[in-house]
């Protein structure tokens, strides 16, 4: 097959550069086209040897000279990436949005992969639907910055496939995304083997490798080692990296008085040779997304001692089998873990030829086939994108018929989800099979969902993978009212409709502990009569006691922008019917001082309260399947002298959530 890699730049050498370039090359090797775009173009030479025939094309030159550098596009924020930096010449600009959507529109590859946040949202915003999408974690989920979360928030369920480098990651996105279309899994990262063999029962190094940061926990290592002195005078403790944090290792070591024994030695290029002369490699991380080097050190035989981080030492190391590990934070635990592999050669040479066996797991060749599974999988998936023919019943029901050709497999669940949080998902039916061949299925009036806009999705119970119900046709139903017109609560809305972003069955479910639907709006000179109906008002046992005879009854015109001032309005309200004129020749005088926009909402006699409140019924029009219309129930503005003498313009108008306002302005 053909796979792209979308990536930040293939001109650098960073972690998630030199993953992509493991991952790419293997891949080239088992015979599949590989090519990478990489967003951002530095040097003339990628520093990183690619496999002969991997394909390396540039979406942005910003190398000196570049004619990209001074088009007016690259100095103007991308539309969907974050972190545009103006004095940053690799910055995430229009112009990349630009080139990024030219490569996704005529790219014939099979797969095209994300390496990075602002990749996977360049990919899920800008891609044609002709391939599978796959995005890649290097951080887990809980590493992500605030800006990198929001933005993988809106990407990844729109998503074919989403990777992580463990297992516990991959759950964690499960948990957090909940039930959408998007397969997670866990591919952990490739380490190639090495003939490199540490001599584990006669060294007396101890080897620490990372960036010198805070939550690498360095100096838990360095106290703990220090703790050692005396019993193990003979070895040595060896900190490889570069890093905020090395003054003030630096400075522990001084007062530790273990200059002689503990060392800091900078960075190294050839990190592994370094690894390969000790007896014990160490990991002192709070977390760690995988631990690179802890795999490092296994392929040349030395055991790992790490701190037991929730995602990638947990899962690499098998506790006294092939290292160990030890409670996170815990200087003494680490020290006594220490002294134990330290006074026992025999036992690291056992571990450490376990842990040889162990690094295999990480080959290249291990992780290629991992993602050949994988990306066949979602191939496989790919062919099941079900289509329906949907209507509304007359009682509330959505029904819809599937096309087989779109939805293959034997067994499958029809599911409601919310499109805010996939968290939220309720089990609405059993698809059936019928003799057309067709699957049937049906959400039911009865089934409860909370207010909202909720994704129809079906679930293949063959592989578990879900999939949102495209809408081929919708009949929808004139009446979205699903509860008892009687006067009982709650009230329910239901509509069914397509969403924006492909034309996917949505149902849209509002509720009410009581409302006020409008029925009609009439203007005639200067005055504006409503008729409405009260849905949810009866005067039931335990409920709120309501006078239905009405006396009293009143519509309140409430200032949007200031809550201290109202006009109210007597009203006719007899059986639920609400009717009321306003005239604006009367009231306008007041009002257009203190705003311009005014809320209508009708208060009833009696009792009637919501969590001890007393409660008005806002004004609102939902009983149809109109969505909006705001623009659609339009009525002209008319222009009235007031009593004052003053001349003003009104209109009533539905708000975006469809409910019912007046614009009040002197006249210009």
């Given at each position: 097959?053909?796979?792209?890699?979308l990536?930040y730049?293939?001109?650098g050498q960073?972690g998630?550069?030199?993953?992509?370039?493991?991952?790419?090359?293997?891949?080239?090797a088992?015979?599949?086209?590989v090519?990478?775009?990489s967003?951002?173009?530095?040097h003339?030479?990628?520093?990183l040897r690619?496999a002969?025939?991997?394909?390396l094309?540039t979406?942005v030159?910003t190398?000196?000279?570049?004619?990209?550098l001074?088009?007016?596009?690259?100095?103007t924020?991308s539309?969907?990436?974050?972190?545009?930096?103006?004095?940053d010449?690799?910055?995430?600009?229009?112009l990349?949005?630009e080139?990024?959507?030219?490569?996704?529109e005529?790219?014939?590859a099979?797969?095209?992969?994300?390496?990075?946040?602002?990749t996977?949202?360049?990919?899920?915003a800008?891609?044609?639907?002709?391939y599978i999408?796959?995005?890649?974690?290097h951080?887990?989920?809980?590493?992500q910055?605030a800006a990198s979360?929001?933005?993988?928030?809106?990407a990844?369920?729109?998503l074919?496939?989403?990777?992580?480098?463990?297992?516990?990651?991959?759950?964690?996105?499960?948990?957090?995304?909940g039930a959408v279309?998007?397969v997670f899994?866990?591919?952990?990262?490739?380490?190639?083997?090495?003939?490199?063999?540490?001599?584990?029962?006669?060294?007396?190094?101890?080897?620490?490798?990372?960036?010198?940061v805070d939550?690498?926990?360095?100096d838990l290592l360095?106290?703990?080692f220090?703790?050692?002195?005396?019993?193990?005078p003979?070895w040595t403790l060896?900190?490889?990296?570069?890093g905020?944090?090395?003054?003030?290792?630096?400075?522990?070591i001084?007062?530790?008085?273990?200059?002689?024994r503990?060392?800091?030695?900078?960075?190294?290029?050839?990190l592994?040779?370094?690894?390969?002369?000790a007896?014990?490699?160490?990991?002192?991380s709070?977390?760690?997304?995988f631990g690179l080097?802890?795999?490092e050190?296994?392929?040349c035989?030395?055991?790992?001692?790490?701190?037991?981080?929730?995602?990638?030492?947990?899962?690499?190391?098998s506790?006294?089998v092939?290292?160990a590990?030890?409670?996170?934070?815990?200087?003494?635990a680490?020290?006594?873990n220490?002294?134990?592999?330290?006074?026992?050669?025999?036992?690291r040479v056992?571990?450490?030829?376990?842990?040889?066996?162990?690094?295999r797991?990480?080959?290249?060749?291990?992780?290629?086939?991992?993602?050949?599974?994988y990306?066949?999988?979602?191939?496989?998936?790919?062919?099941?994108?079900?289509?329906?023919?949907?209507?509304?019943?007359?009682?509330?029901d959505?029904?819809?018929?599937?096309?087989?050709?779109?939805?293959?497999g034997?067994r499958?669940t029809?599911?409601c989800?919310?499109?805010?949080?996939g968290?939220?998902?309720?089990?609405?039916?059993?698809a059936e099979q019928a003799?057309?061949?067709?699957?049937?299925a049906s959400?039911?009036?009865?089934?409860r969902?909370?207010?909202?806009?909720?994704?129809?999705?079906l679930?293949?119970?063959d592989?578990?993978?879900m999939?949102?119900?495209?809408v081929?046709?919708?009949?929808?139903s004139a009446?979205?009212l699903?509860?008892?017109p009687?006067h009982?609560?709650?009230?329910q809305?239901?509509?069914f409709t397509?969403?924006?972003?492909g034309g996917y069955?949505?149902?849209?479910?509002r509720e009410f502990?009581a409302?006020?639907?409008?029925?009609?709006?009439?203007a005639?000179?200067?005055?504006?009569?409503i008729?409405?109906?009260?849905?949810?008002?009866?005067a039931?046992?335990?409920?709120?006691?309501v006078?239905?005879?009405?006396?009293?009854a009143?519509?309140?015109a409430?200032?949007?922008?200031n809550?201290?001032?109202?006009?109210?309005?007597p009203?006719?309200f007899?059986?639920g019917?609400?009717?009321?004129?306003?005239d604006?020749?009367q009231y306008?005088?007041r009002?257009?001082?203190?705003?311009?926009?005014?809320?209508?909402?009708l208060?009833?006699?009696?009792?009637?309260?919501v969590?001890g409140?007393a409660?008005r019924?806002?004004?609102?029009?939902?009983?149809?399947?109109?969505m909006?219309?705001?623009?659609?129930?339009?009525?002209?503005?008319?222009?009235?002298t007031?009593?004052?003498?003053?001349s003003?313009?009104?209109n009533?108008?539905?708000?975006?959530?469809n409910?019912l306002s007046i614009?009040?302005?002197p006249?210009?």
């Amino acid at each position: 097959m053909k796979i792209a890699f979308l990536m930040y730049s293939a001109y650098g050498q960073a972690g998630t550069s030199v993953a992509t370039q493991t991952l790419a090359n293997s891949l080239a090797a088992r015979q599949h086209e590989v090519e990478l775009v990489s967003v951002f173009q530095y040097h003339d030479v990628p520093p990183l040897r690619f496999a002969p025939g991997i394909r390396l094309r540039t979406l942005v030159d910003t190398r000196g000279g570049s004619p990209d550098l001074t088009n007016p596009l690259h100095s103007t924020a991308s539309q969907h990436c974050t972190g545009f930096k103006a004095d940053d010449k690799n910055r995430y600009s229009r112009l990349m949005d630009e080139r990024a959507a030219a490569y996704l529109e005529s790219s014939d590859a099979d797969v095209i992969i994300a390496t990075a946040p602002n990749t996977v949202s360049l990919l899920t915003a800008l891609g044609t639907g002709q391939y599978i999408t796959l995005g890649q974690a290097h951080t887990h989920y809980h590493h992500q910055t605030a800006a990198s979360r929001k933005m993988l928030d809106a990407a990844i369920p729109r998503l074919d496939g989403f990777v992580t480098v463990t297992a516990k990651d991959a759950q964690t996105h499960r948990d957090a995304y909940g039930a959408v279309g998007t397969v997670f899994h866990a591919i952990p990262n490739a380490v190639p083997g090495t003939f490199l063999r540490a001599d584990v029962h006669g060294s007396r190094i101890v080897t620490a490798s990372g960036r010198l940061v805070d939550w690498k926990r360095f100096d838990l290592l360095v106290n703990a080692f220090s703790q050692l002195g005396r019993k193990h005078p003979d070895w040595t403790l060896r900190i490889y990296g570069s890093g905020d944090e090395k003054p003030k290792l630096r400075k522990l070591i001084d007062d530790l008085g273990a200059n002689e024994r503990i060392l800091l030695m900078g960075h190294t290029r050839h990190l592994r040779e370094e690894l390969a002369k000790a007896a014990l490699h160490t990991s002192t991380s709070t977390d760690e997304t995988f631990g690179l080097t802890i795999v490092e050190a296994m392929t040349c035989g030395v055991p790992v001692l790490s701190t037991a981080g929730p995602h990638g030492p947990s899962e690499i190391i098998s506790d006294g089998v092939d290292g160990a590990l030890s409670p996170v934070g815990d200087v003494d635990a680490f020290a006594k873990n220490l002294d134990w592999l330290l006074s026992d050669a025999d036992l690291r040479v056992q571990l450490g030829s376990n842990a040889v066996e162990k690094s295999r797991h990480y080959s290249n060749e291990s992780q290629a086939q991992a993602y050949e599974t994988y990306l066949s999988r979602l191939l496989t998936a790919r062919a099941y994108r079900p289509e329906a023919l949907c209507r509304a019943t007359p009682a509330g029901d959505l029904e819809f018929a599937v096309d087989p050709a779109r939805a293959p497999g034997s067994r499958f669940t029809v599911l409601c989800v919310n499109a805010a949080d996939g968290r939220q998902a309720l089990l609405a039916a059993q698809a059936e099979q019928a003799a057309d061949g067709h699957l049937y299925a049906s959400v039911p009036a009865q089934l409860r969902l909370a207010p909202g806009t909720w994704n129809v999705l079906l679930r293949r119970e063959d592989d578990g993978v879900m999939r949102r119900v495209k809408v081929n046709e919708l009949q929808q139903s004139a009446n979205s009212l699903i509860s008892s017109p009687a006067h009982a609560g709650p009230v329910q809305f239901r509509t069914f409709t397509r969403s924006e972003d492909g034309g996917y069955l949505q149902i849209v479910s509002r509720e009410f502990h009581a409302h006020a639907e409008v029925l009609s709006v009439e203007a005639t000179g200067s005055h504006l009569n409503i008729q409405s109906y009260v849905l949810g008002v009866a005067a039931a046992a335990g409920g709120p006691q309501v006078d239905l005879a009405g006396q009293g009854a009143h519509v309140i015109a409430q200032s949007r922008k200031n809550a201290d001032s109202f006009v109210t309005i007597p009203c006719a309200f007899s059986n639920g019917g609400a009717s009321f004129t306003i005239d604006l020749q009367q009231y306008a005088d007041r009002m257009v001082d203190v705003d311009t926009i005014w809320d209508l909402s009708l208060s009833i006699p009696g009792n009637l309260t919501v969590s001890g409140e007393a409660h008005r019924l806002r004004l609102g029009r939902f009983g149809d399947e109109i969505m909006q219309r705001k623009h659609i129930h339009v009525y002209p503005k008319r222009t009235i002298t007031t009593v004052g003498g003053r001349s003003v313009t009104f209109n009533p108008y539905y708000t975006d959530s469809n409910y019912l306002s007046i614009g009040l302005k002197p006249a210009s």
